[in-house]
């Protein structure tokens, strides 16, 4: 999503001659594609599949709202048994309309998990909750803190379900290193995400997640807490960020990859 | 602030046409005017001050800075007791320019406070931390919940240092609710505002908060939680609204009363 101007074709060119040994892919580009088509572009090139993203929207109250929704999510973890990658993070979803039963929409995402967690662990495939900034908790993601997270997901195996720790989402939070010890300590750290933060944010403030160091992120001691926790995975680099996509593309993933260096490692 | 289109006399007298029997004023328009003629602009009005917005601004490092602040914030507790009311709010200030540590950010606060709780109860003011939400976390309040607030405030006696619980800020924290047990057991909470949650956020994300019943809050569970835990104070309510800015204040001011009656009694 970083360079999301760059179609698949590119984008997996662009990562090997940048260095960069695997990449979080995202549905829509990939369905386009095709699912298959897309495993064996990137496979092909060497390139894992880091995580895809995304699943989730599992607040609905309305029965054919669910029925779809978990549908949707049976269709996402195929994908990623086929893109080779074992992560499908998930987004959980927001208030529905004239809701404000911020408990409720988190009930109904345990509901949907008791069916799609054993269902991916069939497939070789874990779901990685993500909490997202408390600003997103109407309308996007009702799980706003790690704390929140961990405590949907230890109700399940930690081979179904885990959390996905992004800086831009938990940096803020003084509970959030203690809860990155506990998801490691169970086993339930599935993906690491780093995005950076600056103001002023944008209208709609989903556009704005800063270049790796240009923000208010210690990036380094987030990468630190969580390789603490026993982390071993891949780091990605998510950044929807308006003034990056209008940018050419290699320039750009080159340029996170020097940032990544310069302020992730 | 909900109608800051209207001057403090038009405010005054707004008030007592709408049977609003208290006002929290700003520091800004109450210099305007000059602080002992507005304390008997308000005073003669019959209406209270319910509180005064707002010190804080604690987070520098640079000495001189750090001094500018202290003295600010003491003319500010000056200016509370002046008013007549017992409550000043603080917003407690963000990252200075390059730091990313708010941890040190949040000491400096504590220090801060240890010369000011005192200087505030000597004038019959309380100082109430405010926690905003954590989309302010970098260039405005580095105090993001509740349990932060408390953690701040309960090194100081109650009589010094507690907090204000504004629906807008915390509205999204499952931990909100125990935390506004804790801070009645402990006779800190000072202050409760009200402000709905909207979206899309503007651009800046300021000046968004919505109207009384627009939006996600379950405002009348909020003011239920705050009662339970003893509070018998005012009940403000602060929208920064763009839109509202730009209506009739009167209009407006009963709209608010309105809706107050509706979505939060």
Redesign the interface.
């Given at each position: 999503m970083t360079v999301k101007q760059l179609g698949l074709e590119e984008l997996v060119a662009a990562c090997a001659e940048s260095g960069v040994p695997g990449v979080g892919l995202w549905r829509e580009p990939v369905q386009a594609y095709g699912v298959e088509a897309a495993a064996k572009l990137v496979r092909d090139a060497g390139l894992a599949v880091t995580t895809l993203c995304r699943g989730g929207f599992l607040t609905a109250i309305d029965p054919h709202a669910r029925v779809k929704a978990i549908d949707d999510n049976r269709a996402a973890i195929e994908e990623a048994a086929t893109l080779g990658t074992d992560t499908l993070v998930l987004v959980s979803g927001g208030?529905p309309e004239g809701?404000?039963?911020?408990?409720g929409a988190?009930e109904r995402i345990a509901e949907a998990l008791t069916e799609l967690g054993p269902y991916a662990a069939e497939r070789g495939v874990r779901l990685a909750i993500e909490p997202l900034?408390?600003?997103f908790?109407?309308?996007r993601c009702v799980v706003?803190?790690l704390?929140?997270a961990l405590d949907l997901a230890e109700r399940f195996p930690a081979e179904q379900v885990g959390v996905c720790v992004d800086t831009y989402h938990v940096?803020?939070?003084?509970?959030a290193p203690a809860q990155i010890a506990r998801a490691g300590a169970g086993g339930r750290l599935h993906a690491f995400q780093l995005a950076d933060?600056t103001?002023?944010?944008?209208?709609?403030?989903l556009n704005g997640r800063g270049q790796l160091g240009d923000?208010?992120?210690?990036l380094r001691?987030w990468r630190g807490l969580v390789e603490a926790a026993g982390y071993t995975g891949p780091i990605e680099v998510e950044l929807f960020n308006d003034e990056l996509w209008a940018r050419n593309g290699r320039e750009v993933l080159a340029e996170t990859a020097e940032r990544f260096t310069t302020h992730a490692t």
């Open positions: 208030l809701s404000k039963d911020l408990h988190r900034h408390p600003m908790a109407s309308d706003s803190t704390a929140q940096w803020w939070d003084d509970r933060w103001t002023p944010l944008p209208e709609g403030v923000g208010a992120i210690d001691a």
